[in-house]
C-alpha cells in the first residue's frame, strides 16, 4: 500500500428521515479532500471513504443503497474481498437512517468510528477519542437543518484537536430530492475549501452565504417598500449609482423597481427578488454592510 496516499480525515456521514436530508461533512490535512470522501444521492444515502480511501466505495455504495441493501449490507459487500481492507475508513448511512462504520487495523491512530442514531463519525490519524466524542455530542444537541448539524459536528472535531497534523482542506455535501436552487436537482449544499488554514470556520462563512443566496425567503422578514424602508432603499440604490440624479422617489416607482432589480441580478439575489411592493429584509441587510 502507498502511505502517500493515506487521507487522514475526519468525517461525519448522516440522515434526517423527517425531511429527507442527507450528507456528509469532512475536513483533512488533505488538499482537495471533498472531492474524495463525501458521496451521497437524494432517497438513497451516503457514504465517506477515506484512510487509504477507495474511491470506488462512493458510487459503488450508493447503488448498493439504491438497490436496497441497509448500510450494513451496503458496507459488508463493499469490504468483503477487498484486499486494502485494513487500511480502509468507511461510513455509510442509509435512507431509513441506518448506520454502518468499519475502522481498518491498519488505519493510523488514533482511528475509530463511532455510530449513532441517524449518522456516524469516523476518523484516523486524530489526536484523540475527544475528536469523535466532540462530534457525536454536537451533532445530537446541535440546531438548524442538517447541513447546520453536520457542519457544527464538524468544527466541535476540529476544536477538539481533529487531524493531528493540521488542517487545509473541508467540505459538507447534502442531497434532498429537488433541493437544488433551481428545483431541477437533487444537489441542495455542496461547499469545498480546497486549501485553507482554518477551513471548518471558512466552509462556515460559505454555508452563510448559500443561506443568503439561495435560502428562501422568510414571509416575517418581507417589508413593505414605504416610508423608512423606502427611504433607506433609495439611499443604498443612489449610493451604489443605480438611482442617478438629485431627485428623490416618494414612492416604489418604476425606476425605484427597476433600479432593485438590476442590484438583485448583480449581487445574485434572484431567489429573493419580488413583483410585488415587498422587499426581503436580508437584503437591505446585504445593503448595510456594501
Not at 448522516?14 to 483533512?28: M, Q, R, W, Y
Not at 477519542?129 to 440546531?143: C, G, R, T
Not at 476540529?158 to 433551481?182: I, P
Amino acid at each position: 500500500m502507498r502511505k502517500d496516499r493515506l487521507i487522514h480525515t475526519f468525517s461525519i456521514v448522516a440522515c434526517d428521515t423527517k425531511t429527507g436530508e442527507i450528507g456528509v461533512a469532512v475536513a483533512s490535512k488533505f488538499l482537495a479532500v471533498g472531492s474524495v470522501v463525501p458521496w451521497a444521492q437524494a432517497n438513497v444515502g451516503a457514504v465517506a471513504t477515506q484512510s487509504w480511501a477507495n474511491t470506488g466505495f462512493g458510487p459503488d455504495g450508493l447503488r448498493l443503497l439504491a438497490e436496497g441493501k441497509t448500510a450494513q449490507e451496503t458496507l459488508d459487500l463493499l469490504l468483503a474481498g477487498d484486499e486494502g481492507r485494513d487500511w480502509r475508513q468507511v461510513g455509510v448511512v442509509d435512507r431509513h437512517g441506518n448506520a454502518a462504520a468499519f475502522t481498518g487495523k491498519l488505519c493510523h491512530d488514533y482511528a475509530f468510528h463511532q455510530i449513532g442514531e441517524g449518522f456516524t463519525c469516523q476518523g484516523n490519524l486524530l489526536s484523540g477519542p475527544e475528536v469523535l466524542d466532540a462530534m457525536a455530542i454536537s451533532f445530537q444537541y446541535a440546531k438548524g437543518d442538517l447541513a447546520d448539524r453536520l457542519l457544527a459536528a464538524l468544527i466541535a472535531g476540529d476544536e477538539a484537536g481533529g487531524d493531528k497534523r493540521g488542517r487545509q482542506g473541508a467540505a459538507l455535501y447534502v442531497v434532498k430530492e429537488r433541493g437544488a436552487y433551481d428545483g431541477h436537482i437533487d444537489r441542495y449544499v455542496d461547499l469545498r475549501v480546497d486549501d485553507h488554514e482554518s477551513p471548518t470556520y471558512e466552509l462556515k462563512r460559505l454555508l452563510n452565504l448559500h443561506r443568503l443566496y439561495m435560502g428562501e425567503t422568510d414571509p416575517a422578514k418581507l417589508r413593505p417598500i414605504e416610508g423608512e424602508v423606502l427611504s433607506e432603499l433609495v439611499d443604498h440604490l443612489k449610493r451604489f449609482g443605480l438611482l442617478p440624479g438629485e431627485e428623490r422617489p416618494t414612492s416604489y416607482e418604476e425606476r425605484v423597481k427597476n433600479a432593485l432589480q438590476d442590484y438583485c441580478a448583480v449581487e445574485n439575489f434572484d431567489t429573493r427578488w419580488r413583483e410585488d411592493n415587498l422587499i426581503d429584509e436580508e437584503i437591505l441587510l446585504y445593503m448595510r454592510t456594501k
